[in-house]
């Protein structure tokens, strides 16, 4: 990070990092156990990620607080600017991955019969791949590595193959089991969620590589 002659503005922009790394660590967490919550049927580890969500909702108002004040105050440019607003829009993005962890949670109780369902011994690994996709992505931000960045965005094909994968697979059940749509039908509501955390770390990783570059990566990267 270059430094500045304002040393309080340097001390801005690292609390802005620390903030970012926090809430992507607890992102991290939250797919983690919600996955692990519900491959296990464990709904009082799940009802801990829903309350855990809380604090993830109050380091993203820090980010929105701190980086309003930053260019209120300090007035930032070019690459300074281009950080700070990356800051805020990841931390909106770290928001929402927080939220889909959540909603996954809030289906561990309705799942019936599980042991039938193959799909949920897919939804760990496709998990597994969305989780790596927001460590590596703040990794990314932290080192300024918008290479890393566009591996990021390559690695959502796989979670896309994963969620046709398990998609084709419940649907094919429930023709098949028509008892069992109902638990199915969250089951996909899982995967979709799943779907959409590597969507927004893709998100984050075009971010990152606009932030350390000034431009966006080109499209046969997206």
Known sequence: MTDHTVKAFDEDITRLRGLIGEMGGLAEVAIEEALASLVAGDTKRAEKVVKADKKLDDLESQVDKLAIRVIALRAPMADDLREVIA??????????????????AKRVGMIEGRDRFEPLTLLPAMGEVA???????????AARDPGLAREVIATDDKVDAFYNSIFRNLVSYMVEN???????????????????????ATNVAEMVHFAATG????EDDR
């Not at 800051?87 to 996954?104: H, M, P, Q, T, W």
């Not at 028509?178 to 927004?200: C, K, M, W």
């Not at 431009?215 to 080109?218: A, H, K």
């Open 131 to 141: 989780s790596e996709m927001v460590h590596d992505v703040l990794t990314a931000y």
């Open 178 to 200: 028509p008892a069992t749509i109902s638990s199915a039908a969250q089951l996909l509501f899982v995967a979709r969620n799943l779907e959409r955390i590597g969507d927004h």
């Open 87 to 104: 800051a805020l829009k990841i931390a909106g993005v770290l928001e929402r991955i927080g939220d889909y962890s959540k909603n996954i």
């Open 215 to 218: 431009v966006y990566p080109p």
